[in-house]
């Protein structure tokens, strides 16, 4: 691709133009440099412009979908298109007819994410040694103030002593953290049952604030406390027995024996030091369920790494409450896990990452929520003048939480959840309506693995919905009642805090490496299935996404039925 020549843009001959088409009006301040910007961030996150028989009108498609949401004038894109990607196998009336059709039928989405001066914005000078991302990508916002305005009560008390990054980091380590709280509410999302089980990655430079994560573990821990310590006791009492009955001698007759195996070892915060057998056998001996939270995200990669320690299939499935088991010849061990149902909350730094998702394609990444950022290490007051003890105040908090988890009912092995979750139709409308337009810019910017995240988000914001309605419920004192339906509020926040979910998991996405063939056929099927699945949520037909994609009708149909 030749240098981009921002004078060459400012303007197309309407010969260019197909006949008989209408176009829409498009702004006209710094067309170049949204041009500019747009495809600074299409090659870096997609790679240059294929080849010639590779895959060039998708990528085109994909182009004119993102240019169209930022506003790029019609005429630049298409004067630039025919330009620089004209050729036999090319022709510039396909050119034309893929771009002029893709703003035309999309001509209501135009602008909808407008290019401003600061979407150009880069790290600045000032960076710190180890960077959460490439200067290619710029750093996705935080969390608007409207979010932290609209929580309930008690997460934004949860909040009120941080400012910044780690007021982020506390929001989404105490979502996390109380996913895994309460087993018993849940609800049907996508025709599947599923609880409010949470995954959240928080990435930064060392030094950046992340222990904040320590407090939004705080909050659940005199419950971990009391189940453990429960769990000792039974374990010594068992293991009194068992001695006692061994002792009894010719009075083993009139005793009964004890059980064959001893009592379950309760907790509910789960080690990420362990191995997939150990992991497993923990989940077994707590009805499926736990919580893992790090602060160094190399206590997880470690043991993913380690022979015979890789579970990460098993957090896969987790997410999912899909069917685990495992078979060990040592023992004839054998576990069965129906629907297990995992929290985990990480922080770690940049260099972190890749040991625990090595590629863009690996599986885990769609399932956690992300959020990086950077900032300079700066000395803090340390002495009295700071303030008083966090620990008293937080210490309040997880009595609280203690009390909400006794209030609810003890949840139920057969995937229905005593506590149901629901939206009013006109939520469940918003709510498939933001997933539509997040999976066209995920798809844009990230291809198949940018919207694997966009699917997932849907059900991250669902849970997220569930969670501070259930939270609401506990701030108005009301009944607990069998149906809790999310407020619209709560709905929206969770809306808010998925987009920004999402711009984070793409910047994220964009520094993990790309699997070595993106052009082979069977990632050319995914990206090509990503496209009409997207397209068909748009409400075009069958035939008129076989002739965007290349592939038969009959073909379009069933993805976009299954």
Sequence with gaps: MKPLNLKELNGAPESTRLPGTTYPQTPTNAPGEALAWCLAQHEAHHGAFPAPGQGRNQRLAALAFFCNEKGVPLADLEAYALDQYAAADFPPREIQRTVCGIYTRERGAHGCKPFAPRDSNVFNTSRPAESPLPESVRLPLTFPPEVYQALPDFLRRACLPFEGHEKAIMLLGTLAVLSGCFPAVGGTYNKR??????????????????????????????QHKALTEASRAARQDYEEEVLAYKNAGKAKASLSPPPATPPPYK????????????????????DGRGIICETEADTLSGALGADFG?????????????PVSLLRKTDRQHVDLA??????????????????????????LSRFLFYVFEQSPTWQDVGPDAGPPLDPYFDRLASEVTDMM????????????????????????RLNQAGAAGLNEALALGGGAGGSSAFRLGLIAWRIAGLLTLLRHFERGEALTSGLEAGSVDVGTALAIMDTGRAHALAVLATLAQP?????????????????????AQGLSSRAIAEQTGVHHTTVARWNRE
């Design 516 to 536: 070595a063939s993106r052009s082979g056929k069977f990632e050319a099927k995914a990206e090509k299935e990503a496209k009409a699945r997207a397209l068909g």
């Design 193 to 222: 049952r599923f609880g409010l089980n949470l995954f959240v990655f928080i990435i930064a430079p060392a030094a950046s604030g992340k222990s904040t994560l320590a407090w939004a573990r705080r909050l659940a821990w005199p």
């Design 339 to 364: 629907s297990p149902a995992l929290s985990i909350a990480l922080t770690g730094t940049p260099g972190q990452l890749p040991r625990l998702m090595p590629t863009a394609e690996d599986g885990l």
């Design 310 to 322: 890789n579970f990460s299939d098993v957090l896969r499935k987790a997410f999912q409450h899909e």
């Design 267 to 286: 907790m509910l915060f789960l080690p990420g030091n362990t191995t997939a057998a150990a992991l497993l056998t923990a989940l077994a001996e707590n």
């Design 406 to 429: 006794a209030a609810l009912p003890a949840a139920e092995e057969n995937s229905a959840y005593p506590v149901e979750i629901t939206l009013s139709p006109a939520d469940w409308q």
